[in-house]
């Protein structure tokens, strides 16, 4: 039996926090500035995705590293991880430049390596096209979330994907799951 995840990186939007239905009409790298300050006001009116904060304190309540990785802007993040209450939980905010984040998942996994030699890292996110690429990328364990842009839609991996996908989530504990085993 492998040895237990001990980093845990997380999606911000979708994932971690129910953004769907207020996101804002973006561009190609998934930012509009012109509505950003619209954006960040509507923080307060979005909600956790179902037992997300439970799920991250309890993997920073248990030893674990907890990581939010995102394509929106630093200052959003921040607030919704806030919003969230999980600042205390969650040991670094890395927000990113476009998705798949070129590189950002290689290099927290590298940042954590050389930390601490053999640690297990996992990645979850709601998007194959972008969350499950990355990982495919950085050769880090992924687990797909089905509520956030797939909605519920299974995913087909391709050849390449298989050697990451730990599996597809339908909601939290499920996800719970894959994580924790």
């Not at 995705?49 to 990581?67: E, F, R, Y």
Request: hydrophobic share 45%.
């Amino acid at each position: 039996m492998s040895r237990p995840f001990d980093r845990f990186v997380f999606d911000l939007d979708d994932t971690l926090i129910a953004s769907g239905a207020f996101r804002p009409q973006q561009d190609a790298a998934g930012r509009n500035p012109s509505l950003r300050p619209a954006f960040h006001d509507l923080v307060a009116r979005m909600g956790e995705c179902p037992g997300a904060s439970a799920l991250v304190k309890d993997l920073a309540g248990s030893g674990k590293t907890v990581v939010v990785l995102t394509n929106a802007w630093r200052d959003y993040a921040v607030r919704a991880v806030r919003h969230l209450g999980l600042e205390r939980h969650v040991s670094e905010i890395v927000a990113a430049a476009g998705k798949p984040r070129k590189g950002s998942l290689a290099a927290l996994r590298d940042k954590y390596d050389s930390a601490n030699a053999g640690a297990r890292m996992v990645h979850a996110g709601d998007s194959a096209a972008k969350d499950l690429r990355e990982s495919v990328a950085a050769n880090v364990s992924f687990v797909l979330c089905l509520w956030g842009d797939l909605r519920g839609v299974r995913h087909v991996p391709a050849p390449d994907e298989r050697a990451v996908l730990l599996g597809q989530a339908k909601d939290v504990p499920e996800l719970r799951n894959f994580l924790i085993k």
